[in-house]
């Protein structure tokens, strides 16, 4: 299904939204956090996607191999970085629960709170979400990497 064909409408309010999550926020922050929701997400599409635009930014490959370990890989990505990998963690998985329900622990934003002003880290959040939505969009649809299609790298 190629549900953007389907509902170009939803992918102007996805597309809207997107833009106004990423305004302000550090891409390459934006980048890691793209990457991680869709590694746990297991959106192969948006991985794809990712990696590729943070590579176009100048990212490392170390830093690109090791972002699903980050937490084992002191020293390679910075304390701001690692605080808003543990948010994108914490809202992807929403398993932090109680009685009442899932919750991001109050450590992880705390933590997130130190390294980020409050608008940056509503960006970042919304950011987050953005691309969980996305994630779920295109693992529905079985949307084929981009790498996949034709004479892409295999």
Known sequence: MNLWELAPEVYRGMSAFQAAASQGLDPVIGELVKIRASQINKCAFCIDMHLTDARKMG???LRLDLIAAWEEAPGLFTERERAALALTEAITLLTGGSPQGPFVPDEVYERAAKHFDETELARLIAQIVAINAWNRFQVAT???????????PR
Request: net charge negative; proline share 7%; charged share 35%.
């Open 142 to 152: 079985r949307a084929v990497p981009e790498s996949l299609k034709g004479d892409g």
């Open 59 to 61: 990212e490392s490959q």
